[in-house]
């Protein structure tokens, strides 16, 4: 034999190697291709089934929002009734803030007019004597009442 027949030898039993290795990839590409078959045959039934189940939700969706809605519209007078309550009271409330206000200032009219003209001593001494007179005007009526 030869260097030319040992070289085509060579090449002959790498090309025979080569085969068998590509052989071999192309049947496990074989078997993931039948798999894939397997799958995408049953591909139409799944979503057949998701399409159902997926109108149906949306059935109940749309039932669930129609009885929200009917229950808000029964809780709508209720809803108006609370605000007008709230208004209310905000309404009384601010009148008397402004009631508290207004005496707040002639309180302080009145206590800055007793302090110019320095009076709060003699209103004191009046409403002493005047306390003190009905005490004695009552004790006195009730030692009458005892004496008879």
Known sequence: ????GIGVLIIGIAFLVLT???ANTLQN???ILS?????VDK????LDDVMKETGNLINESNNTLADVNDKMQQ????FYMVGDVGNVTRKFSSSLVDVTET?????DASKDTSNKKDLGGVYGSVALGYYLFKRRRKA?????DTDE
């Not at 005496?103 to 309180?107: A, I, N, Q, R």
């Open 43 to 46: 591909l139409p039934e799944q």
């Open 1 to 4: 034999m030869t260097l030319t």
């Open 103 to 107: 005496l707040k200032t002639k309180t």
């Open 35 to 39: 798999g894939i078959e397997k799958t």
């Open 20 to 22: 068998i290795f590509i």
């Open 29 to 31: 590409l074989a078997g």
């Open 75 to 78: 809780l709508s007078p209720l």
């Open 140 to 144: 006195k009526r009730e030692g009458a």
